[in-house]
Nanobody, 117 residues
Framework: QVQLVESGGGLVQAGGSLRLSCAAS????????MGWYRQAPGKKRELVAT????GSTTYADSVKDRFTISRDKSLYLQMNSLKPEDTAVYYC??????????????WGQGTQVTVSS
């Protein structure tokens, strides 16, 4: 039973910053690749950034040079120079290997990020 919980969302003016966090709990053997996704109203959920266990990162072109993904015991997304187009619900995703040696993707409940003009 794996659970991911996001936090750190909120309302910020354009040009501001937010830092999102994602904590994982449950019976976990290993957390492999983790990532942040977002979904704006009326749009499909899209990839924002990923990070492997070894620290290799990828970013969507729309957030590159503005967002930074990192991890230790939790997953983080530092968001700088925020734009109104960044407004969305942000979801944490983790590839988790459980004690039963099953590897599956798990999702958090999401945290709202709203960027005003």
């Amino acid at each position: 039973q794996v659970q991911l919980v996001e936090s750190g969302g909120g309302l910020v003016q354009a040009g501001g910053s937010l830092r999102l966090s994602c904590a994982a709990s449950g019976i976990i053997v290993s957390i492999n690749t983790m990532g942040w996704y977002r979904q704006a109203p009326g749009k499909k959920r899209e990839l924002v950034a990923t990070i492997t266990k070894g620290g290799s990162t990828t970013y969507a072109d729309s957030v590159k040079d503005r967002f930074t993904i990192s991890r230790d015991k939790s997953l983080y997304l530092q968001m700088n120079s925020l734009k109104p187009e960044d407004t969305a619900v942000y979801y944490c995703n983790a590839e988790v290997t459980t004690q039963a040696r099953r590897t599956n993707d798990y999702w958090g409940q999401g945290t709202q990020v709203t960027v005003s003009s």
